[in-house]
């Protein structure tokens, strides 16, 4: 049924691709995990000054975090940014 709903809903408004973030979560059979889908990724708005530990200049971006993601993947989003 879930199919049908949804190529009833793509043939009438089209379609693009949306990445998520998905994250396993653990089952009964640890053979076979299960994954849910990240829907709303949290937006952070991340500005500094010149002369801030790590940055050498102003810095004004936009990152989308998970709430799986670690300390370690924020600071990476935010040192691997374009805007860097």
Not at 29 to 47: A, C, G, S, W
Request: hydrophobic fraction near 30%.
């Amino acid at each position: 049924m879930d199919a049908e709903i949804w190529e009833r809903l793509f043939s009438k408004y089209g379609g693009q691709e949306v990445r998520r973030h998905s994250t396993s979560v653990p089952t009964e059979d640890q053979t076979r995990p299960d994954y849910t889908v990240e829907v709303n990724l949290r937006k952070f708005k991340i500005l500094t000054w010149p002369k801030v530990k790590y940055f050498s200049q102003h810095l004004s971006l936009t990152i989308y975090v998970s709430r799986s993601d670690t300390v370690k993947e924020l600071l990476n989003k935010i040192c691997d940014s374009d805007e860097m």
